[in-house]
């Protein structure tokens, strides 16, 4: 059986997400744009800074009184700190000045007060300056009327600080996607009730709502398709109407006598693929009433991967994302790879000293060794590697947002 590669997978993933247009532009306050992907360029209105301040707290003179300065000193003429409007500098004189604080017109350099002596209402540079020094000049961060941001970025807090600095309030992203969350298995309850024989408790639809949290969008809680295809085609009708896109986990292996692949067949298109990932081999890409369905595999470990590295760049693409590939780096392994596999092998792995660690066991089935770890290594098909040797790791740092 040939298995589809990863990058195929993704291809047609994002060729899926590109057919619809990205999601409504809306205007959010500021504060709560974290996350959200900018719809449209900032453009700066305004010089930051919007006047040359001062970088040290000190003194301010026009370099032309250098000698002066240095020599008997210069009369301080007033005092000038952050949020004044401060007077032209008389010729002759000096200005007190901290941090921050706005330089006056005549003056062109500052020295900091360690290497000035004050005596009564006189100052003495003990240090000459040259013209410019400790000044910041107006608009050396950012130019009125320049792009600052670009449409497509995901604001991170740094970006929040830019688009505050040029002093907008209100920004315009994309809408959040509405993405429904739905579980099957007959073995699945939720926690907080006691298993029965053969019962396990429900951890995908915990990952699965923490992932699409992590990443900004609105969560759809669908809770446990029930086992029954009417009950299910209702459902899934019922999701289909509200959500921009439907996510599942389980049932999609083989899926002989599950009522959700039984659904999908009958609600619109499915493509059942196998692909060469470990874990995650099986993946579903779907329609119902003309919602996209992505159905991902039930094992835990393949239900949090395949997220990572199909779902997460598909939701990014219909949010009109301008980067939706996850950092990666090479760092050497603190481990050897002796057998070669037919599918990559994405190992949940821990970042110690600089080297990549297996972080527990790798079974599909299992989660705890997904919490011990800090990123992913990708083991290609076919290769083998040595302890010390450089593989690519992608942090969860960069996965999770
Ligand atoms: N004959 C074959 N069997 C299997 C194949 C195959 O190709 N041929 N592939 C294996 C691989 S790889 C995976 S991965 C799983 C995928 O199976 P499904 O996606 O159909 O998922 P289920 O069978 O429903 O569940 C698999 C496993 O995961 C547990 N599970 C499911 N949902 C949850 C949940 N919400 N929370 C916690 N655990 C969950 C479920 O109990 C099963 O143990 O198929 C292999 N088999
Ligand atoms: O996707 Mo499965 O988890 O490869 O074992």
Redesign the pocket.
């Known amino acids: 059986m040939s298995l589809m590669p990863v990058a195929t997978a993704l291809d047609r993933l994002l060729a899926s997400a590109a057919e619809h247009p990205p999601t409504a532009v809306i205007k959010v306050p500021l504060a709560g744009a974290l996350g959200c992907v900018l719809a449209e360029p900032v453009v700066a209105v305004a010089d930051v800074p919007p006047w040359d301040n001062s970088a040290m707290d000190g003194y301010a003179l026009a370099s032309s009184d250098l000698p002066a300065a240095m020599a008997g000193g210069l009369p301080v003429s007033q005092r000038i700190t952050a949020g004044m409007a401060p007077l032209p500098l008389q010729p002759g004189t000096c200005a007190r000045i901290f941090t921050g604080a706005p330089l006056p017109a005549g003056a062109d350099a500052v020295q900091m007060q360690e290497n000035v002596v004050q005596q009564g209402e006189v100052a003495q540079l003990q240090a000459p300056v040259v013209p410019g020094q400790n000044v910041r000049r107006r608009g050396q961060d950012i130019v009125a009327g320049a792009q600052v941001i670009a449409a497509g970025v995901r604001l991170r807090p740094q970006e929040l600080g830019v688009i505050a600095s040029v002093g907008l309030a209100e920004v315009s992203v994309r809408q959040p996607l509405r993405v429904a969350v739905v579980?099957?298995?007959d073995?699945?309850v939720e926690p907080g009730t006691a298993l029965a024989p053969g019962q396990?408790?429900?951890?995908?639809?915990f990952?699965l709502i923490g992932l699409l949290k992590s990443m900004g969008q609105t969560v759809l809680d669908a809770g446990?398709l029930p086992d029954d295809l009417d009950a299910t085609h209702a459902r899934l009708r019922e999701l289909s109407a509200e959500a921009d896109v439907i996510i599942t986990?389980?049932?999609?292996?083989?899926?002989e006598a599950?009522c959700l692949g039984q659904a999908l067949r009958g609600g619109g298109s499915v493509d059942l693929w196998?692909l060469a990932i470990?874990?995650?081999?099986?993946f579903t890409l779907a329609t119902y009433a003309g919602t996209p369905v992505l159905?991902?595999?039930?094992?835990?470990a393949?239900?949090l991967v395949t997220f990572l590295l199909l779902v997460r760049p598909y939701l990014l693409t219909r949010l009109g994302a301008m980067d939706t590939a996850a950092p990666q780096f090479e760092l050497p392994t603190a481990f050897a790879w002796a057998e070669a596999g037919t599918r990559d092998e994405y190992l949940r792995a821990r970042l110690e000293q600089g080297a990549v660690q297996l972080a527990g066991n790798q079974s599909?089935?299992v989660?705890s060794s997904a919490s011990q770890a800090t990123g992913l290594v990708c083991v290609p098909a076919g290769e083998t590697f040595a302890a010390g040797d450089l593989v690519r790791y992608l942090p969860f740092s960069g996965l999770l947002r």
Do not use: F, H, M
Request: proline share 11%.
């Open positions: 579980s099957t298995g073995e699945l396990i408790y429900n951890s995908n639809r990952t446990i986990s389980g049932g999609v292996s083989v899926g599950d196998k470990k874990p995650g081999k099986p159905g991902l595999p039930g094992n835990p393949a239900t599909s089935g989660l």
